[in-house]
């Protein structure tokens, strides 16, 4: 069973930062890529940042310059920095982890259950 914990959100003023975290634990043989999607009331999931098991990471265009995603593998954990947050940025934040549960599984897509950031605005 694999489990992704999620942390960190909340209510933030226009302008302000905050910092999410994502812990995978369970039944984990290894992790490829981790990141984060989020989905905003009436809108679609979208990515906001991907890292893969190297440190390439890929972001979304809205949130360049303003987000950065860090990665520990060795505690199978993801953080995203938000900075100079925006009143659009807020949504339902989901870490994600794309992984393999044993040697010779396929690697499959985890969820968190998600954290709500709220910027006001």
């Known amino acids: 069973q694999v489990q992704l914990v999620e942390s960190g959100g909340g209510l933030v003023q226009a302008g302000g930062s905050l910092r999410l975290s994502c812990a995978a634990s369970g039944s984990i043989f290894n992790i490829r890529d981790m990141g984060w999607h989020r989905q905003a009331p009436g809108k679609e999931r979208e990515l906001v940042a991907v890292?893969?098991?190297?440190?390439?990471?890929n972001y979304a265009d809205s949130v360049k310059g303003r987000f950065t995603a860090s990665r520990d593998n060795a505690k199978n954990t993801v953080y995203l920095q938000m900075s100079n947050l925006k009143f659009e940025d807020t949504a339902v934040y989901y870490c994600?982890?794309?992984?393999?549960?044993?040697?010779?599984?396929?690697?499959?897509?985890?969820w968190g259950q998600g954290t709500q950031v709220t910027v006001s605005s």
């Open positions: 994600y982890a794309a992984l393999m549960v044993y040697r010779s599984s396929p690697y499959q897509n985890y």
């Open positions: 890292m893969s098991s190297g440190g390439t990471t």
